[in-house]
């Protein structure tokens, strides 16, 4: 069942399931839901602004074992079909996931309980990033203010309200990483941290790449976290959004790599909303085991 939710710029959100989705995701549900998955396939699933680009770009530089000039060979957002997009005539990323040989990489910001049921019965690998909520929340605001399709985000207090209370596309942070998290020993999924990325790129590289059956020297090792730096992918147009019309990405606003650090959510809350955000957190997150650095 597909309702209205909130309405924006010239968009609005539709809730599947109690989940705001993007109103195109939700009118291609049943396709979207039937999706068969296949049992080599590996999937990126992430809260959106959690660092889905970056990990991309470095599964990708591993699949490539370090040849920067066959990453180059398309745009990041067509190397791995979006399970859930859909742009009417446009083929839907069910279309272009179907239409990809195997093995594949694909990607979805879905939480657990919208996965199509097939990724669960193929047994897929997932491999799950989580970013900071504050963090999280300052760069989805700035995305929501760029981005064309989004609604309107409007002040700054007022998103911060929107997405504590899960009214951004995709839903609730607090349910999506909990839900990942929960179920991450029952599968084979590899649960990362974007702060850990950060903080020690080699070694989280080097788990992606034992994740992906993969074997790579040392020195290609390096190449990897050196191209997929923030400053390189900042520079390169087949990772920093630059090819996409302003109509839909307008840059000028924000751009699409905006800052790619932690704790920049200090620049954003106020003390008075930093403390009513923890309490909110304590709440939603109690029980869970799952334990975020928001500064490095
Ligand atoms: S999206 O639209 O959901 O696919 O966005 P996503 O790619 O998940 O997240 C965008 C944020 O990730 C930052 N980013 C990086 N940070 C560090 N290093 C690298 N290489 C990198 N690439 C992307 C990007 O700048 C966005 O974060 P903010 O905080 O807005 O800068």
Redesign the pocket.
Known sequence: MALTAELGRQTQLKEVAGNPLEPATGDNWSQIQSFQAKPDDLLIC?Y???????IQEIVDMIEQEGDVEKCRRSIIQHRHPFIEWARPPQPSGVDKANAMPSPRTLRT?LPTQLLPPSFWDKNCKFLYVARNAK?CV??YY??QKMNQMLPDPGTWEEFVETFINGKVSWGSWFDHVKGWWEIKDRYQILFLFYEDI?RDPKNEIRKVMQFMGKNLDEPVLDKIVQE???EK?KENPMTNRSTVPKSILDQSISPF?????VG?WKNHFTVAQNERFNEIYRKKMEGTSINFCMEL
């Not at 959106?48 to 970056?54: L, R, V």
């Not at 790599?257 to 650090?261: D, E, F, H, L």
Request: hydrophobic fraction near 25%.
């Open positions: 992430t959106p602004k959690s660092g889905t680009t970056w910001h963090d300052v760069s700035h995305f950060k997929t730096s923030f992918m790599m905006r800052k790619g650090t920049d």
